[in-house]
């Protein structure tokens, strides 16, 4: 699936929204490890991401050629600063109307509008690939994931308590979101 899209910046920069190529794979790489060590609020930590860079660059080849997946880039320059992607749940039929998001951008350029624009690209992205129903799962005391997430048109359906076990906090409680596309 391809998508480009370049939006301003709350502070006047241009961004562009773009997938990703083989050439990216390299940063792409650094901004994934840098982005999970930024904060306690994503999936894993630095240490667990063991993908090599020949790695990153077949999944962004990957994501590229897909008709139903996407792994998106937020570029401000020369840098990449944001990812954010769409990935079906499942390929049974009970399963293929589902997709999940995820977001993570670099700390230095939160605040910026970089987080609403990949989220409302890969909610387009979704519809375009025929999701009827796109998910993800935040942890309940990020609110500023959790209003943007709201802001965009995705609801709670649940909470899982012991969601994720944070080397920092203990037990983290995720939100589970949802949105209707059809």
């Given at each position: ?65 897909s008709p139903d997946e996407i792994e998106l ?110």
């Open positions: 699936m391809e998508y480009t899209k370049t939006i301003k910046l709350k502070d006047g920069r241009e961004c562009v929204l773009r997938n990703g190529t083989r050439g990216d794979a390299e940063q792409e790489l650094e901004l994934f490890r840098q982005t999970h060590g930024q904060t306690d609020f994503l999936t894993s930590y630095p240490d667990e991401i063991s993908y090599t860079v020949s790695q990153q660059a077949e999944y962004i080849e990957k994501k590229r050629n880039l937020a570029q401000v320059g020369d840098r990449i600063v944001g990812l954010g992607g769409l990935d079906r749940i499942g390929w049974a039929e009970k399963t293929r109307h589902r997709g999940e998001f995820g977001v993570c951008i670099d700390r230095d350029f939160w605040g910026l509008g970089i987080g609403r624009a990949l989220t409302l690209a890969v909610i387009e992205c979704a519809r375009l690939a025929g999701y009827s129903q796109l998910e993800l799962e935040a942890v309940a005391d990020n609110g500023a994931a959790l209003a943007l997430y709201e802001s965009t048109g995705f609801t709670e359906y649940g909470r899982n308590p012991r969601g994720f076990r944070s080397r920092l906090s203990g037990w983290q409680e995720l939100v589970l979101m949802r949105i209707e596309l059809e």
